[in-house]
């Protein structure tokens, strides 16, 4: 049992040990982790907050005019009446021509009309519901959003196994991911894919993306099944040549029947839309039945959890997707996804300065909202606590080693300053 779990039940022991008894064997074994939110939370008063996933400004949340406008203009049928349990029938409709779209190689036949969900995190639990048995295995990167543990590990059972995606000199490679698979022994995985990835900012190129598949592919040949679950949080925030139609996409042109894409996505990041909390599960399959029989199973999963997903949000998304909208919020939206290229450009000046080579080593990235920093000689925790007291900037230790910094809330002309501070901070403890 993770030791916060521990800690609060022998609190509960103390305070009121009925309760304690009363517990599922989930209710003991959940807890609050001491991961982002906290670390976030500790670095509130930062002046450079670059902790959190959202996008900020000088001014506040960078956000669409269009969504913020929208809802003077829906009608109370939009607002009030229940969604159902897949969501607005239209909103799933425009999502689907919006993956179709962006994902030239996928045809509507190859997969099933988005259930719309409570954004990424909710479609991630919903999965792990329908797939993981306690027990079962999910490969994810070393590198992966902490939240992953607690839906599938504390609240599944499963087991985690993860592998590396950066080699000695943290540049990205396919190797352990390959080398993971080609070891893999069960006759079920469940893989985790996050490009962009969070917290590194990496997404593949097209040939690594086809290294990707064909190792799949190999593991799937040798009779495991394999669930790849794509997390496309950032999805679209692409600042190289990398390949930008989603891995759910290449994954869902082979064929197996051992394999089953599925692909999460949603607003949050997408639409800068972090608090609408609406994202959709799309499965990679040709079959009618199948895609019918998944959907009623979804339905029954959300119908037994939340019921139904908030109508405002999905009215909002739904109103923004429409022809009539769609061109004046995708400017919006561009205006947003620009600002964040430039401060990638100026990140990607500053931190590879040969001044910093002893400070830190970076890890490849070159998208999303992140960029990660191996640091030289002093503690990641120790040094995230120094920076938010001396220095007032706020980021995520990720281990003991590596930093996580969100440049997506720093002002593209305090970015030198962020990395300055935080190579001044690394000195400070070394002295
Ligand atoms: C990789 C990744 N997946 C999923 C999520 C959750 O997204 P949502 O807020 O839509 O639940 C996040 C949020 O930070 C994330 O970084």
Redesign the pocket.
């Known amino acids: 049992m993770n030791p916060l779990a521990l800690d609060l039940n022998e609190q509960l022991t103390q305070s009121n040990p009925v309760i304690l008894d009363m517990l599922s064997d989930l209710g003991k074994h959940m807890f609050y982790p001491k991961g ?1 939110l906290s670390q976030s939370a500790e670095a509130k008063s930062t002046k450079y907050n670059a902790t959190i ?1 959202m996008a900020t400004d000088d001014s506040g949340k960078l956000y669409s005019q269009t969504i913020f406008d929208l809802y003077q203009h829906l009608d109370p049928e939009e607002i009030f009446p229940y969604a159902p349990p897949q969501g607005i029938e239209e909103l799933r409709g425009l999502w689907e021509e919006k993956i179709l779209q962006e994902n030239t190689d996928l045809t509507q036949k190859q997969i099933s009309r988005p259930i719309v969900t ?7 639990s919903l999965l792990a519901d329908l797939f993981v048995n306690s027990g079962d295995t999910v490969l994810l990167p070393k590198q ?2 902490g ?2 543990k607690l839906i599938f590990n504390t609240r599944h059972g499963a087991e985690l196994q993860t592998y590396s995606i950066f080699d000695e000199d943290n540049h990205y490679t396919t190797d352990g991911f390959v080398s993971a698979l080609e070891n893999y022994n069960n006759d079920k995985v469940i893989l985790l894919l ?1 490009y962009p ?2 917290p590194t900012g990496y997404t593949p190129t097209a040939s690594e993306v086809e290294e990707i598949s064909k190792a799949i592919k190999n593991l799937a040949d040798r009779g495991t099944k394999v669930i790849a679950i794509i ?1 496309d ?2 999805f679209g925030l692409f600042y190289e040549d990398v390949y930008t139609q989603s891995i759910f996409s290449a994954l869902t042109q082979i064929e197996s029947p051992n394999i089953l894409p599925v692909r ?1 996505d ?4 997408e639409f800068f839309a ?1 608090g609408l ?3 959709f599960i799309t499965f990679g399959i040709k079959d009618e039945m199948t895609k019918a029989v998944l959907e009623a199973k979804v339905k029954g999963l959300i119908r037994s959890n939340i019921s139904s997903g908030p109508m405002p949000s999905q009215s909002a998304v739904k109103y923004v997707l429409q022809p009539e909208h769609r061109e004046q919020f995708e400017k919006d939206i561009q205006k947003h996804i620009d600002t964040l290229k430039e401060r990638y450009e100026v990140t990607k000046s500053v931190v590879y300065d040969e001044k910093y080579k002893d400070d830190w080593k970076t890890y490849d990235f070159n998208s999303g ?1 992140f960029m990660a920093i191996q640091v030289n000689g002093v503690n990641a925790e120790t040094l995230r606590k120094h920076l938010i007291e001396k220095y007032s900037i706020g980021t995520i230790a990720l281990n003991d080693t590596d930093i996580r910094v969100a440049f997506s809330c720093i002002e593209k002309d305090d970015i030198p300053h962020v990395f300055d501070s935080i190579a001044k901070g690394i000195e400070d403890l070394k002295a």
């Open positions: 982002i996933g409570n954004a990424l995190t909710h479609g991630l992966n959003w939240n992953y996050n990835n969070n997390d949080a950032y999460l949603g607003a949050t990041k972090w909390r609406v994202g909202y």
